[in-house]
């Protein structure tokens, strides 16, 4: 059975940096076939899409609250997902999830997303 498991949460400084990874496994050999995106949930607030690598890693997507401080990129010769985030601000705390798809391009509706993990924290001191 396909899973996703997220790790490398925790608790920085605003300004800080923290590389959030996303083990895949079960997929065998078609892990470079499925997009991965990272949502995020922070208290009181809905779901939304952070970011996105879509198969093989050629197309990326970012939200525009995190352009030019967040990276997602894969490897799928460790079936991984990373996601590093630079320049933290106390907004980015929140839940963070490793969505696996069943297509190999990037959507933004989490129903397009089928393997989810159980989220990692990040949390962002002022």
């Known amino acids: 059975q396909p899973q996703v498991v997220e790790s490398g949460g925790g608790l920085v400084h605003a300004g800080g940096s923290l590389r959030l990874s996303c083990a895949a496994s079960?997929?065998?050999?078609?892990?470079?076939?499925?997009?991965v995106g990272w949502f995020r949930q922070a208290p009181g607030q809905e779901q939304e899409v952070v970011s996105c690598?879509?198969?093989?890693?050629?197309?990326?997507t970012y939200a525009d609250s995190v352009k030019g401080r967040f990276t997602i990129s894969r490897d799928n010769a460790k079936n991984t997902v990373y996601l590093q985030m630079n320049n933290l601000k106390p907004e980015d705390t929140a839940i963070y999830y490793c969505?696996?798809?069943?297509?190999?391009?990037?959507?933004?509706?989490?129903?397009?997303?089928?393997?989810w993990g159980q989220g990692t924290q990040v949390t962002v001191s002022s």
């Open positions: 079960g997929f065998g050999y078609t892990f470079p076939d499925h997009a």
């Open positions: 969505a696996a798809s069943t297509f190999y391009v990037c959507y933004d509706s989490r129903l397009r997303y089928d393997y």
């Open positions: 690598v879509g198969g093989t890693g050629g197309t990326t």
